[in-house]
């Protein structure tokens, strides 16, 4: 088994659900939305090894982004994220 991040809808234009599943409970556990160049656009809190965010991609610039699940300074898994 693996740690498992679905983001719905994709691409995107107004919001998108983060949903996840990891295989242990995160340290510290953070969703990070980052731009192409790495910096950190919107961080979000993960409660628990299961559930659900919703991100606001409306003052995002259209583009792709990277959305990392991380337990302190580890990311457990990472998928990318298209902002029309």
């Known amino acids: 088994m693996q740690n498992v991040i679905l983001i719905a809808p994709n691409p995107t234009q107004t919001w998108a659900t983060v ?6 409970e ?3 556990g953070r969703i990070l939305v980052k731009d ?3 910096r ?8 628990g090894s299961q559930g659900q965010v919703v991100i606001d991609t409306r003052s995002l610039s259209k583009g792709v982004y990277v959305v990392e699940c991380t337990s302190g ?3 457990l898994r990472s998928e990318r ?3 029309q």
């Open 26 to 28: 995160p340290i510290n």
């Open 19 to 24: 949903t996840y599943a990891l295989l242990e």
């Open 73 to 75: 300074p580890e990311v």
């Open 36 to 38: 192409l160049f790495g």
């Open 81 to 83: 994220l298209i902002v």
């Open 40 to 47: 950190v656009v919107t961080t979000e809190r993960m409660n």
